[in-house]
DNA sequence: CTGTCACTTCAAGTGCACTTGAGGTCAAGT
DNA sequence: ACTTGACCTCAAGTGCACTTGAAGTGACAG
């Protein structure tokens, strides 16, 4: 087996995201990729999981420095569980949010109001 | 009963946008406020509850543009149900990350292991 | 008459998350 | 030996969504 370090290249096809915006994290301390071969950037197998973790996490809507003080104090410092949950909870918040637009949207779709948005049943769902 | 009207203050309460916002979606074309009393925009209660909606969309992660596009776009054209359907579409994927999301932290602060992230369990709610 | 207050315009500034471009390095293939 | 390709750095640029600041207006209270 090969020595499992990767390059910056295949990285981003595995995770998805820009070589750019693997060097950007990198400089906003969210991943680490010490190990260089000359100059090139060598990631490792878990720096690819934290890598998606991360990419999951933006697309959740969380900011990257909010992602790197999660990711960073590692100790369950007394505020981390704390800070996780409250994520959680406005995660929740987003959640709902999203799902009643995505209903009024369904709504819309088979809806005869012209325009849609005055349609009663439209603003009672998104009101919900 | 008075002429139903609000400026700019009040309507910014309502909806919890900042006034400065509201000039901003009305550059963008995202609401109109044709009425003026002197210099002051007024609002009619049909405009509050359009920027409500605005602001939901917003909040579910909606481009302002794109908003602006999926109102304006009264008539029926062809393409705009499909286009509201394909949001719909979008909102679920998002959702479904965000609930993994949610549920990792959820996890995360009940969990055991140091860091978090490296928990087995946590990984496979992220991947679930 | 004079504040004060909530509004107005317009231009410029902010913060985030990257992206782009110029110029350079390095290993491998022809 | 030379080119190609993928990488590198660093500074500057981009797009979005607002926010801020300066200078002004108009109504109303004291």
Redesign the interface.
């Known amino acids: 087996m090969r020595d499992d370090l990767l390059d910056i290249g295949e990285v981003a096809t595995l995770t998805g995201l820009a070589p750019s915006a693997l060097r950007y994290y990198e400089e906003q301390g969210l991943v680490a990729s010490e190990a260089r071969h000359g100059l090139r950037r060598r990631f490792s197998r878990e720096m690819v ?2 890598l ?2 991360i990419a ?2 933006r ?4 900011a990257v420095k909010e992602i790197a003080r999660s ?1 960073d104090m ?3 410092s007394a505020g981390l ?1 704390d800070r ?2 409250a ?2 909870d406005r ?2 918040a ?2 709902a ?6 209903d009024g ?2 709504h ?2 088979k809806c005869e109001h ?2 849609f ?1 005055s349609c009663p049943e439209f ?1 009672a769902i ?2 919900g």
Request: charged share 40%; glycine share 6%; proline share 3%.
């Open positions: 999981d934290r998606r973790l999951c996490a697309r959740a809507g969380f990711l590692g100790l369950d569980r996780l949950a994520k959680a995660l929740d987003d959640i949010d999203m799902m009643r637009v995505r949207l369904r819309a779709v012209e325009p948005t603003k998104l009101n």
